[in-house]
């Protein structure tokens, strides 16, 4: 099978760019994933913290934060970043698969933003992470939408995550002419659409996330009755989802990812 992608180095990149108005940004999106939420009464952990944006902006709200990651680059840069913008967030290296409730502790919010279908077990990372939840807690992820381009996509992501970097330039320059042509035919401002893409999505960048897309491996996608019924099994409900629409070319240029927030019974 092919390596696993890099994700900690393009972290580590991101990171490095991270401002003020970037932690905003991603402030905003946690208010919108949970409207209700009493933050500074919350513990928080982030599974798969990545650069440490979403634990910043959850400690600036308030929340007592943990975090982990299982790759060294991205525990980095979330210390980086807690260091950089000076919040008091706990991180470690740890495999979501490793933990335990008993020895981790439990959380009003668990979150995990786009990881866990990088897994390579995505129904077990679920699962394991679930059970984090404290009782009447709440666990928020965000996995990728299933579409018929998938088979592409691994196939694709295969190749993009065993390949070098001048390999990978030359993958990605045609798929972002395309993907900014796309653009242009809807009638969107390509320009405006890189320079605005962080205040739609958690303040990230586009070119940081194109990067992640093409190399995501492991890759695994889910539709929403099939995640609203695992985590019934779990014993969660669903509380509050934001599924993207079916489109005509869903899947053809890359599926995002649908959010979840899923309450403990």
């Known amino acids: 099978?092919?390596?696993?992608?890099?994700?900690?180095?393009?972290?580590?990149?991101?990171?490095?760019?991270?401002?003020?108005?970037?932690?905003?940004?991603?402030?905003?999106?946690?208010?919108?994933?949970?409207?209700?939420?009493?933050?500074?009464?919350?513990?928080?952990?982030?599974?798969?913290?990545?650069?440490?944006?979403?634990?910043?902006?959850?400690?600036?709200?308030?929340?007592?934060?943990?975090?982990?990651?299982?790759?060294?680059?991205?525990?980095?840069?979330?210390?980086?970043?807690?260091?950089?913008?000076?919040v008091q967030c706990s991180v470690k290296l740890k495999s979501v698969f490793d933990v335990d409730s008993e020895v981790d502790g439990t959380y009003g919010v668990v979150y995990s933003w786009g990881v866990l279908h990088h897994t390579g077990e995505m129904w077990g990372a679920i699962r394991a992470a679930s059970k984090l939840v404290e009782p009447s807690g709440l666990f928020v992820i965000a996995l990728y939408k299933k579409t018929r381009w998938d088979r592409f996509w691994i196939f694709e992501k295969q190749l993009y995550s065993r390949s070098g970097p001048a390999v990978q330039f030359l993958l990605r320059v045609p798929y972002k002419a395309l993907y900014l042509l796309r653009k242009l035919t809807?009638?969107?401002?390509?320009?405006?659409?890189?320079?605005?893409?962080?205040?739609?999505?958690?303040?990230?960048?586009?070119?940081?996330?194109?990067?992640?897309?093409?190399?995501?491996?492991?890759?695994?996608?889910?539709?929403?009755?099939?995640?609203?019924k695992f985590m019934a099994d779990q014993g969660f409900e669903l509380v509050r989802d934001f599924v993207q629409e079916p489109g005509r070319f869903d899947g053809l240029l890359g599926s995002g990812c649908d959010e979840y927030v899923f309450q403990r019974i």
């Not at 928080?44 to 790759?71: E, H, K, P, Q, Y």
């Not at 897309?213 to 995640?227: A, F």
């Open 1 to 86: 099978m092919p390596k696993a992608f890099a994700f900690g180095q393009n972290w580590r990149n991101f990171e490095k760019q991270a401002t003020e108005q970037k932690i905003t940004l991603s402030i905003e999106f946690l208010k919108r994933l949970l409207p209700d939420q009493d933050w500074r009464n919350t513990t928080f952990i982030d599974i798969g913290s990545g650069s440490g944006l979403s634990s910043v902006a959850a400690r600036r709200l308030g929340a007592t934060v943990s975090a982990m990651d299982v790759d060294p680059d991205s525990v980095e840069a979330s210390i980086q970043m807690f260091a950089r913008f000076n």
């Open 186 to 228: 809807q009638g969107e401002n390509p320009i405006r659409y890189i320079r605005e893409y962080g205040a739609k999505n958690r303040g990230m960048s586009w070119h940081n996330d194109v990067h992640d897309w093409l190399g995501g491996w492991p890759y695994e996608s889910v539709t929403k009755d099939e995640i609203v």
